[in-house]
């Protein structure tokens, strides 16, 4: 009996030292699988953290870009005006050589006509005359023209600076509708990390729970087993007495 009592106290201490062992190494996987995850994390939360650095780079980049484009046409304008404005002063001085020129002419063909001025008097006055509203004509229509050429460029400025204000109009509701849209999208991230870490936090108390439920589904075998090797020894001690 004492040799076979043995042997039952030996077999429930081996059973007992391999469920401590079991136990040991579930304790063991749960922890190296909880490192796993908190690794996982830490990766997901640097890669949404890039993504947003790339992003906020890309924006910066369309922004310098978006800046130069602007630029450039303002640049383009201003020496097509410039180009304008030294055309016109081209022409108005090649104008004033033709005048001058034609005033030179004139004057050599009255000191010709000098010798016969007092033959051609009368004519002569006429032609003056004729040549002098003709001159006063010329002057008219030369200032009229200026006066329409600067009205042309008016315009073409006060269009030019519509066309600049809906660029920057356009450009300001674009950056708007985009900050817009970042913010959205943030948002939609944090809901979504919420939402993550809600349901984390939900499997985390689901596996606690079935940790406490197996613990104490243990102890119940244990003090069950126990119960039936105390009750298997009272057995052998009433049959033995």
């Given at each position: 009996r004492q040799h076979e009592e043995a042997e039952v106290e030996k077999k429930r201490q081996e059973a007992e030292e391999m469920e401590k062992q079991r136990l040991e190494e579930e304790r063991h996987e749960k922890e190296e699988a909880e490192t796993k995850r908190q690794e996982v994390?830490?990766?997901?939360?640097?890669?949404?953290?890039?993504?947003?650095?790339?992003?906020?780079?890309?924006?910066?980049?369309?922004?310098?870009?978006?800046?130069?484009?602007?630029?450039?046409?303002?640049?383009?304008?201003?020496?097509?005006?410039?180009?304008a404005v030294a055309e016109t002063k081209r022409e108005d001085a090649e104008e004033a050589e033709k005048q001058f020129m034609e005033e030179e002419k004139q004057q050599g063909e009255e000191a010709e006509a000098e010798k016969k001025r007092q033959e051609t008097e009368e004519t002569e006055k006429l032609r003056l005359e004729k040549e002098t509203q003709h001159q006063e004509e010329a002057v008219e229509e030369t200032q009229r023209q200026e006066a329409e050429k600067a009205e042309k460029q008016r315009l073409e400025k006060k269009k030019r600076q519509h066309e600049e204000a809906e660029v920057e109009k356009k450009r300001q509701e674009a950056e708007e509708?985009?900050?817009?849209?970042?913010?959205?999208?943030?948002?939609?991230?944090?809901?979504?990390?919420?939402?993550?870490?809600?349901?984390?936090?939900?499997?985390?108390?689901?596996?606690?729970?079935?940790?406490?439920?197996?613990?104490?589904?243990?102890?119940?075998?244990?003090?069950?087993?126990?119960?039936?090797?105390?009750k298997h020894r009272l057995e052998e001690k009433r049959q033995q007495e």
């Open positions: 994390e830490e990766a997901e939360k640097q890669r949404m953290e890039e993504e947003r650095r790339q992003q906020e780079e890309a924006e910066a980049e369309k922004k310098r870009q978006e800046s130069e484009e602007v630029e450039k046409h303002r640049l383009e304008e201003k020496r097509q005006q410039e180009e509708m985009e900050k817009q849209r970042l913010e959205e999208e943030r948002h939609e991230k944090e809901e979504a990390e919420t939402k993550r870490q809600e349901v984390e936090e939900a499997e985390k108390q689901r596996m606690e729970e079935e940790r406490r439920q197996q613990e104490e589904a243990e102890a119940e075998k244990k003090r069950q087993e126990s119960e039936e090797v105390e």
